[in-house]
Structures are given as structure tokens and as C-alpha cells.
């Protein structure tokens, strides 16, 4: 698998694609005013505590208050274990006993604020490094999961001897990332230093800085491209900016040289991101429909609370068969939703209805492509594995950032994001309705219509004979009024 990153910085914005085999598989965006918050340390202040939501909210500083779950409230756990709240049989420790309102409580954002909710928290501080993840509450040591069983025995324990204990001046737990395989122990060190050394920093200022202070900020997002999107298939890092060019080399050779050695500053006269057509690839993301090359194509509703899916033949009749037909299409719809998934950041609750099929070699087929592409993600998901009653496949992806679509756009101020809007006609009854209301309780000299002007001139034709009609029967005199500036659904109705 060959991957090329495009990064186009501007001073507002950075963009990132991570492209295989010529399309963009996903898509990173970071502005200036509008930087994420994920992994930011703060020296927060418990405003409630709620022991029903078992939650406490959080000042750390920002608009809105953040939320701790009881299950983000760290806990020392026995034998240096891991933190595992949902696999200990024990009960929990109510929140109102492990938090007061007024007190102050380092807490780390583990979800950035999303739609109307504020961001969430962790009191649990996990520090990512280029090779480990710190973890300086704990003194377990743990190896990724990703990393083949054979090997995390021996790398734990080179890990061990190089973190050594508290008596030696060590301690602190970590964790090695995926990316750390095959480092030397030098690297190792290297990493262990650096992370120990932002810790105390941290420590330091949480001693001296007030309450909703911020303590650490992650890695902008150039400087995240090295940590945590380059790996062995990545052959180039191009970047369009000289100046970027240049501070983020310093960076890469201080932190991570494999992935340094990768860059390369952009000089075309093209657009850095019109070599893979990548504008066009974003205007695709953020519309409902997907076409698929056989000529059918996906329906992607994206709500708050989930996203659904759903699969289509259009126009494919290329098969010998029906029941071909329909298999071909949930194949290749099986790649193209993984790829959408990571393209649009898409996270919760996903629902995928892929198109009925009888056979069931068909069916676990489909089941294991999804599967398949779905393992591609660097971002957890875990899928059901299954078609359900109904025939659908449920999954989750983790949710940590702003979906493409809601870091882009806002809902339609004339729709509010419903969609559709009540037809010119049913709004004009409405009017009718309202103006018959208000006769029953005032007593002006006459009613004044201020609406958008297609709801005016179906007044003015189709529907004259009962706006007539409304004013002999009221009495007074109703009139017209026609507003640009309003929507369809937007009216007012002026007594004079």
C-alpha cells in the first residue's frame, strides 16, 4: 500500500490528504481560530457536581463547561494494573465522593466540544510522545495491541528496565505505540526524557497558574502528521509552504527523523491539492450522494445522534444475474463506506443498509470486505459483524473531533437543517390562520403581511379569492408587504 500526504498551510488554515493509490482516503482540517482541543491539559474547577448523571462540569476557561464522567475519574489501581473501570467487579466510587464543588482538578480533554455539547474530560493525563505514550499517574507498562502477541513480552520488558522504578528515580507509566516496534533502545530513552520533561513543566505551571488555566497543548497539526499519520508505506510528505517547510524539519529531526527524511517542499505552479483532484474529492464528502464506478451509488445522513447508510443499484445491470447484480454493488459499497467513514470523520453510532441478498455466502462475503477495509482505519471502530433482523450492519467509530461536514458548514438559516421547508402554500394558510386569530383578540386598523415574495405573489394570484374572503369576514383591510431578505417559512404580520 503506497500513501503520499499533501499538506497545504495557509495562515488560517492547514489542510491535510493522506492519498492511496491516487484517491484520498482522508482528510484533516485545522484553522488557526478554531484549533481542537483533544489531548489540551488544563487546571480545571468543579462548577456541579450531578449524583444522578453520576458527572460532574468542569471550568476550564472555554465558553462552555466541560463534562467528567464518573468512568474518566482516575483511579490508582492495585499492582500498577492498567486503569479498567468497565472490567473491575467492584463498585464504583460515587462522583460525590471523589469531587467537590470549588475544587481544583487537573483534567485532560478526551473529546473535543461537539454540536451543543461541551467538551469531555479525563482526570487520567496521558502524554503522546513520537514512539510511547506517558501515563504519569500509573506505573504499568503495556505494549500496543496492534504490535504481534510474540513480540510485546520481550519489547515490555526492555521497556521495563529502560523506565526502571521510583527508586531509581523512574516510574511513571507507559505505553509503546505501534510506530515504536522496531526503535532502538536509544530512541526509547530519548522518548522516555522528553515526555518525563513535559510532565514537569506541567506540574510546575499547575502550581502556579490559576484555576481554568491551560497547562499543555497537543501538537499543532503539522507536527501531528509526523507523530501519528506517517508509517513505513508512507513515501512523501509534501508540504506547500517554505517557511512550514523548514519548522517542521527542525521538528521531524528532533523528534522523528525516519519521518523528516520523507519531506519534501511542494514548488509546482499548480495548487499542491489539484494534483489529486482534491477540492473536488471535499465537495463529494460533503454531499448525500455517493456514486460508485458500477453505476450505483450510497446515501449518507449524517444526524447527532447517527449516521445511516444506504446502498443503492442506480443504474448497474452489468452482472449475468440479479442476485450478482446486487452482490457486485455491496462489495464495492463495502469500500466506498469505509472510505467515506475516514474522508468525512464520520464517528457514533453508524447504521449501513446494504441491499438484501439471499444467499448467505453472498451475505459473509460483503461481511468480510467491510470488515477488511474497516481494519484500515486508524481510528477504532468495532462493527457487529452481522446483518440484523432487519438486514442491517450496526457499527460504531470513536468520536473524537468535529465531523468534515460540522467543522465546515452550518445548517441552512432558511431549512434550520431540517432539509426541506413548508411549500409556499402552506405557509400562506398559516397567515390566514394567524391573521383570523389575532381579529378574535385585537383591534387594529388593519392587518400587514410581511412574507417572502413567492408566499406574496401566490396571494396575489391562486390564493386572492380567500385572502378577500379572510378580510370581508374580519372586517379590515389586509395588506401585502413582499420581504427578500426572509425565507419561505419566515412571515410577520403587523397591526396597524
Sequence with gaps: MQQDILINWSPQETRVAVVEHGAVQELHVERTLERGLVGNVYLGKVSRVLPGMQSAFIDIGLERAAFLHVADVWQRQPDGEPPAFARKNEPQVPIEKQ????????????????????????????????????????????VSQKIPPAERDALRGRLQALVGDKSTGGGGGFILRTNGEDSTDEELAEDIAYLRKTWARIKEASLKLPAGSLLHQDLDLLQRVLRDLVGDHTQTIRLDSMEQFHRLRAFGQEFMPAAAGKLQHYKGERPIFDLYSIDEEVAKALGRRVDLKS??????????????????????????????????????????????????????????????????????????????????????????????????????????????????????????????????????????????????????????????????????????????????????????????????????????
Aim: hydrophobic content about 40%; proline content about 2%.
Design 295 to 496: 453505476g450505483g451509488y450510497l446515501i449518507v445522513d449524517q444526524t447527532e445522534a447517527l449516521t445511516t447508510i444506504d446502498v443503492n443499484t442506480g443504474g448497474y445491470v452489468g452482472a449475468r444475474n440479479f442476485d450478482d447484480t446486487i452482490f457486485k454493488t455491496n462489495l464495492e459499497a463495502a469500500q466506498a463506506i469505509a472510505r467515506q467513514l475516514r474522508l468525512r470523520n464520520l464517528g457514533g453510532i453508524i447504521i449501513v443498509d446494504f441491499i438484501d441478498m439471499v444467499r448467505d455466502d453472498h451475505q459473509q462475503a460483503v461481511l468480510a470486505e467491510f470488515k477488511k477495509q474497516l481494519a484500515r482505519d486508524r481510528v477504532k471502530t468495532m462493527s457487529s459483524g452481522t446483518f440484523s433482523q432487519l438486514g442491517l450492519v450496526e457499527m460504531t467509530r470513536k468520536r473524537t473531533r468535529e465531523s468534515l461536514a460540522h467543522m465546515l458548514c452550518e445548517p441552512c438559516e432558511v431549512c434550520q437543517g431540517k432539509g426541506s421547508v413548508k411549500t409556499a402554500r402552506s405557509v400562506c394558510y398559516d397567515i390566514l390562520r394567524e391573521i383570523l386569530r389575532e381579529a378574535r383578540q385585537f383591534n387594529p386598523r388593519e392587518f400587514r403581511v410581511v412574507a417572502s415574495a413567492r408566499v406574496v405573489e401566490l396571494f396575489l394570484d391562486e390564493e386572492s379569492q380567500h385572502l378577500a374572503g379572510l378580510s370581508d369576514f374580519i372586517k379590515k383591510p389586509i395588506s401585502l408587504q413582499a420581504e427578500s431578505a426572509m425565507g419561505q417559512e419566515q412571515y410577520d404580520i403587523v397591526l396597524l
Design 99 to 142: 469531587v467537590f464543588e470549588g475544587q481544583a482538578l487537573m483534567v485532560q480533554v478526551i473529546k473535543d466540544p461537539i454540536g451543543t455539547k461541551g467538551a469531555r474530560l479525563s482526570t487520567q493525563i496521558s502524554i503522546a510522545g513520537r514512539l510511547l505514550v506517558f501515563l504519569p499517574q500509573d506505573d504499568h507498562v503495556g
